[in-house]
């Protein structure tokens, strides 16, 4: 079992719309939670970290994190084409210096 | 403040011949991580750096690669005896020391491409 899964989509959503991205992880202790994205040929951008259960809202986007049930989600509001990319789920065990990164959900927001 | 940049962009190299990459962080950063991704995959922890401290190196690495990171600032990969299967994106991040959370928010640069023939 991976330490993260992510399902690959691709996920498609008409623009405007609400885009869920879901992301699992196995439980190990203390972690952060962190997610990324990356246009194909580009290395990846930082874009929201979580860290305690509940929401995170940074403008069009929102983290979520529930520890009960180990995992961890990011909906984008008010979906645009130029959000199109591939979103990838980190998790860091930072009391064991572990660094486990998700294969990521290719996400397409069509016009 | 300038991000992560690496050295050099693209790499092409023989099977059996050794390569070196460099990774300078943002400046004030002094952890310092290596990842490998491959094409549909994420990226693949290879080793982190606290200063000039290798703290964490993946037993995924084989003894070919190795890392350093001399005075705490740059750092450097190497892999020695290249093999078709090295081939892939290598890519360095950098973070902050600060509190437990914003201290891993790790910044990437644009990554070296290998490619083995």
């Known amino acids: 079992q991976k330490e993260v899964e992510q399902n690959s989509g691709p996920l498609s959503v008409p623009e405007g719309a609400i885009a869920s991205l879901n992301c699992t992880y196995s439980d190990r202790g203390s972690q952060s939670f962190f997610w990324y994205r990356q246009y194909s040929g580009k290395s990846p951008e930082l874009i929201m970290s979580?860290?305690?259960?509940g929401d995170k809202e940074d403008g069009r986007f929102t983290a979520q994190l529930n520890k009960a049930s180990q995992y961890v989600s990011l909906l984008i509001r008010d979906s645009q084409p130029s959000d199109s990319a591939t979103y990838l789920c980190a998790v860091i065990y930072y009391n064991f210096n572990k660094f486990y990164f998700g294969s990521g959900t290719k996400l397409n927001v069509k016009p | 403040d300038t991000g992560v940049s690496q050295d050099p962009r693209h790499k092409i190299t023989k099977r059996g011949q050794n390569v070196t990459f460099r990774c300078d962080p943002i400046s004030e950063h002094n952890r310092l991580y290596w990842y490998r991704q491959t094409l549909g995959q994420g990226p693949e922890f290879l080793t982190y750096f606290q200063n000039e401290a290798q703290l964490e190196k993946s037993r995924l690495l084989s003894d070919r690669f190795s890392a350093e990171r001399p005075k705490g600032s740059f750092s450097t990969l190497e892999i020695q005896r290249t093999e078709q299967g090295d081939s892939a994106m290598y890519l360095c991040?950098?973070?902050?020391?600060?509190?437990?959370?914003?201290?891993?928010?790790?910044?990437f640069g644009p990554g070296t491409r290998l490619t083995v023939t």
């Open positions: 979580i860290y305690s259960n």
């Open positions: 991040a950098s973070s902050a020391l600060g509190g437990r959370e914003a201290a891993y928010e790790q910044y």
